[in-house]
């Protein structure tokens, strides 16, 4: 059973740092570009940032960049969202997400989530 | 960038009954469409891909369709665990790279 399970969320003061992890089981991680999702309360989803198998290339949304580093353990099966410099536009529900990337690229597993609070 | 429209923002419907939801993309996506669903306080579902490629264990009851821009989602018999918010979000096949998620619709009981 394919099982993604984020962790590290929590409340953060403004220009703070945060690491969320996400341990993956269930399936062969290093055969999976990973993605983190996130959805601030009450909005829709938006992909923050991704990350190819061997985390070769990273992808960042432009709000993030420079800020966010996505990266990733296959040999712990485990993916990573260090964010630093934090704002308030950041609080949200940060998603652990798989992807299948064949002739498409589609988000197939997602974890429950891990809340980021941003505020002073 | 493209950008992904869904309409209509709330879609009031009965149980039993059907829905028809929107995706339209700013630029020719061709199929590269994603459906998800997601519940109140749970995670999105992958729906479709492909714009019409079912996903594992989506019941037929749930059709994608469209290439282009123009995209539907169609709920035929509405069932109480089908009332949800829906996303499409569009990709780029080569290099493979995620696009955005439209705002969703969110189909509530009438």
């Known amino acids: 059973e394919v099982q993604l399970v984020e962790s590290g969320g929590g409340l953060v003061q403004p220009g703070g740092s945060l690491r969320l992890s996400c341990a993956a089981s269930?399936?062969?991680?290093?055969?999976?570009?990973m993605s983190w999702v996130r959805q601030a309360p009450g909005k829709g989803l938006e992909w923050v940032a991704y990350?190819?198998?061997?985390?070769?290339?990273?992808y960042y949304v432009d709000s993030v960049k420079g800020r966010f580093t996505v990266s990733r353990d296959n040999a712990k099966n485990s993916l990573y969202l260090q964010m630093n410099s934090l704002t308030v536009e950041d609080a949200a529900v940060y998603y652990c997400a798989r992807a299948t990337v064949t002739t498409h690229y589609y988000f197939d597993y997602w974890g429950q989530g891990t809340l980021v609070t941003v505020s002073s | 960038e493209i950008l992904m429209t869904q309409s209509p923002a709330i879609l009031p419907v009965s149980p039993g009954e059907g829905a028809t939801l929107s995706c339209r993309a700013s630029e020719n996506i061709n199929s590269n469409l994603a459906w998800y669903q997601q519940k109140p306080g749970q995670a999105p579902r992958l729906l479709f891909y492909?714009?019409?490629t079912r996903a594992t264990g989506i019941p037929g009851r749930f059709t994608g369709s469209g290439s282009g821009t123009e995209f539907t989602l169609t709920i035929s018999g509405l069932q109480s665990e089908d009332f949800a918010i829906y996303y499409c979000?569009?990709?780029?096949?080569?290099?493979?790279?995620?696009?955005?998620f439209g705002g969703g619709t969110k189909v509530d009981i009438k």
């Open positions: 979000q569009h990709y780029y096949i080569w290099p493979p790279r995620l696009g955005l």
């Open positions: 990350i190819k198998k061997d985390g070769g290339e990273r």
């Open positions: 492909g714009a019409s």
């Open positions: 269930g399936f062969s991680f290093s055969n999976h570009w």
